[in-house]
C-alpha cells in the first residue's frame, strides 16, 4: 500500500487536469501509453459492469464522448447533434406506412448528414474551384475538419437507409443508437459498421471466450507494431522527406519512396483496423475484418474485395446498386463520369499552347473508358454497370479528401475496374479449373501487374497536391540502372529499407504461417501475453522518434 501510495503522490493535480484535457497537439492515440492507462482504467470497471446492460452502455458512452473530445475537441457536439437527428427521423420512419412520407425521412437525413460532411470537408474545396474557374476572389474559412466525420456520417446514413429498406428495426432508445454510432475503437477511423451487424450485438448477452481475449491480444500487438514499428518510421525517416522534396532526391530514391509509402498506408490502417477489432473483441462486440492481405490481389477488381472491406462494400450496398447498379442507368449515374470527362478535356484544352499531352490523355481516357462497354458483347448492360462504377470510385475518391488528386484516384480505379470488367467478359476464369504452370505464372504476373498500378495510384493520394505527384511520377521515370548508386543509397536507409521488407514479407506471409504463429500465441499463459503486450508498447515509445503520429484516415 505504501509502493501505491508513493506512486500515486507523484501525481499533481495539473498533472490529473491533463490526463483529461484537450490537446490538439496529442490527441489520444491507441499507440499510446496515455491510451494504454486510460483504457485498462476504462476496462477494469466495464468488467464489473458486465452483467448490467444499461449501465454498462452509459458507463462504455462517456468513455467514448471523452475519446472522441480528445481527438476533436467541442466538435463532439456535432456528433451528439447528428445522433439526435439521425435516431428521430429513424424513428418515425419505421413507423410510417406512406411511402412519400417515408421517402422525405429519408432524403432528409441523407441530405442532413452530408450537410455537415458537405461543410467541414468540403468548403474550401468548392470556394477554391470556384476561384480557379471564374478568376474570383472569395477568402477561404477557417473551418477544422472533425476527425473521423467521414466514417460516423456513413455509419449514420446506413442506419437509416437499413430502416428505409425495412432490413432493421430502429434501437428501442436514444442510448443504444448514441452507443452505435460513437462506439469508440471505430469511431475515427473505422472500420464502417453497419447497422443491421453492430445493433443485435447491443441486445445480445455480453460473451467473452478466451478464444476471444486471444484473437484480441493478437491483433492488437499485431496492429500496434504494423502501426508504430514499421509504417512510422518509414514515414518519418524516408517517405514524407521524398514527398516534401521530390526534386531533392534522386530517381531511385523516388522510386523507393513509392514502394515505401504502399506498405506504410497498408501497415497504418490495417494496424488501426486489427487494433479497433481488437479492442472491440475485449469489449465484447466483433467488428468485420477490414483487410485480407489486398496486395495479394490478382486484379483489381479482387483488390476491392480484399483492401478497406468494410468501405466498398459500403460503397457497393449504398451508392452503387442506388444509382442503378449493373441493372439500368440514372441520372445520377451518368452526372459525375460526363463532369469528369468534360472537365479533364476541358483542363487538357487550357494547356494547349504549353503542351499537348494533357488533352491527348483527356480524350484518351474517354476513348479507353467507352471502349469498355463499346466492345462488350451486352454493350448496354456494361454501359450502366462501367459509368455506375466510375461514379462510386470517383466519389468514394472525393469522400477520402476534397482535392483534385482523389479525383483522379478514384477515376483511375474507377477506369481499371471497368477495363479489368471487358478483359473478364472475354477471358473468363473457370471456376474449379485445375491449377497448371501456365495458369501459376500467369496469377503472379496479375498479382505483380495489379500491385503496380496500385503503388502507382497511391502516388496521387500521398502526394500533398497533384503537381507534387506529376513530379515524382516523372522522376521514376527517370530511373536507371546503376547498382552502385543504388547500393549507397539502401545502405544509407538500411534501417527504413529492413522495416519495408518486413513489412512486405509480413503481408505476403501465407495463411499456414500466420495460423500457427496465432496458435503459439494462443497457448502462451495470459501473463505472459500481458508481458509481450507490455514490452510492444516499451518498443514503441522507444520506436517514437518524433513522438506519436497520427493514423492516416484520421484526417478523412
Request: glycine fraction near 6%; aromatic fraction near 20%.
Amino acid at each position: 500500500m505504501q509502493q501505491l501510495s508513493d506512486i500515486f503522490s507523484q501525481f499533481s493535480g495539473e498533472d490529473i487536469v491533463k490526463l483529461f484535457a484537450y490537446d490538439a497537439k496529442s490527441p489520444l492515440l491507441f499507440n499510446t501509453w496515455r491510451f494504454l492507462g486510460l483504457f485498462l482504467l476504462f476496462y477494469l470497471f466495464y468488467i464489473l459492469l458486465r452483467n448490467t446492460f444499461r449501465a454498462r452502455l452509459v458507463y462504455t458512452i462517456f468513455f467514448s464522448l471523452y475519446f472522441y473530445f480528445n481527438s476533436s475537441g467541442m466538435l463532439f457536439v456535432l456528433l451528439l447533434f447528428s445522433s439526435v437527428v439521425d435516431y428521430t427521423l429513424g424513428y418515425f420512419l419505421y413507423r410510417e406506412e406512406r411511402t412519400t412520407y417515408r421517402k422525405i425521412y429519408l432524403w432528409f437525413s441523407v441530405i442532413a448528414n452530408l450537410t455537415f460532411l458537405g461543410y467541414f470537408k468540403y468548403t474550401n474545396f468548392i470556394i477554391g474551384t470556384y476561384n480557379d474557374l471564374f478568376g474570383a476572389h472569395f477568402e477561404f474559412y477557417k473551418v477544422i475538419l472533425p476527425v473521423g466525420i467521414s466514417f460516423y456520417t456513413f455509419q449514420s446514413i446506413s442506419y437509416i437507409i437499413e430502416i428505409y429498406r425495412k432490413e432493421i428495426v430502429p434501437t428501442k432508445t436514444y442510448v443504444d443508437y448514441l452507443f452505435f454510432v460513437s462506439f469508440f475503437p471505430q469511431l475515427v477511423a473505422g472500420p464502417i459498421v453497419r447497422a443491421k451487424d453492430f445493433i443485435p450485438q447491443i441486445y445480445a448477452k455480453l460473451e467473452l471466450t478466451r478464444e476471444d481475449v486471444n484473437r484480441a491480444l493478437f491483433l492488437i500487438i499485431g496492429g500496434l507494431i504494423k502501426k508504430t514499428v514499421i509504417s512510422d518510421y518509414i514515414s518519418i525517416n524516408f517517405v514524407d522527406r521524398v514527398f516534401d522534396l521530390p526534386n531533392a532526391y534522386t530517381p531511385f530514391e523516388n522510386l523507393m519512396a513509392a514502394y515505401g509509402y504502399t506498405i506504410q498506408i497498408y501497415c497504418d490502417f490495417s494496424g488501426y483496423s486489427d487494433m479497433a477489432i481488437g479492442i472491440a473483441l475485449l469489449l465484447g462486440f466483433k467488428l468485420p475484418t477490414n483487410f485480407r492481405t489486398p496486395y495479394n490481389s490478382s486484379s483489381i477488381t479482387e483488390f476491392w474485395r480484399r483492401w478497406h472491406i468494410s468501405l466498398s462494400t459500403w460503397l457497393k450496398d449504398f451508392l452503387y446498386i442506388s444509382v442503378g447498379g449493373n441493372r439500368n442507368g440514372s441520372f445520377a449515374g451518368f452526372f459525375f463520369p460526363v463532369v469528369f470527362f468534360l472537365s479533364l478535356i476541358v483542363w487538357g484544352a487550357t494547356y494547349g499552347p504549353e503542351s499537348n499531352l494533357p488533352l491527348i490523355l483527356g480524350i484518351g481516357s474517354l476513348l479507353v473508358f467507352t471502349l469498355t462497354f463499346a466492345l462488350s458483347r451486352d454493350k448496354d448492360r456494361t454501359m450502366f454497370t462501367n459509368v455506375n462504377l466510375m461514379t462510386t470510385m470517383l466519389l468514394g475518391g472525393l469522400w477520402h479528401g476534397a482535392s483534385l488528386r482523389f479525383i483522379i484516384w478514384g477515376a483511375l480505379h474507377g477506369m481499371a475496374l471497368a477495363v479489368h470488367k471487358l478483359f473478364a467478359e472475354y477471358f473468363p476464369e473457370r471456376k474449379g479449373a485445375p491449377k497448371t504452370g501456365a495458369k501459376r505464372v500467369w496469377n503472379f504476373f496479375s498479382i505483380i501487374l495489379t500491385f503496380h498500378f496500385v503503388a502507382f495510384c497511391w502516388l496521387f493520394f500521398r502526394a500533398k497536391d497533384f503537381p507534387t505527384a506529376l513530379e515524382v511520377i516523372n522522376n521514376i521515370s527517370l530511373v536507371k540502372f546503376a547498382p552502385e548508386q543504388w547500393q549507397t543509397i539502401i545502405m544509407g536507409y538500411k534501417n527504413v529499407f529492413l522495416l519495408m521488407l518486413i513489412g512486405y514479407v509480413w503481408h505476403f506471409l501465407p495463411d499456414s504461417f500466420s495460423s500457427t504463429l496465432r496458435n503459439t500465441f494462443d497457448k502462451t499463459p495470459l501473463v505472459v501475453k500481458g508481458i509481450i503486450l507490455g514490452l510492444v508498447y516499451w518498443l514503441v515509445y522507444a520506436a517514437a522518434s518524433a513522438g506519436p503520429q497520427p493514423f492516416i484516415y484520421f484526417q478523412f
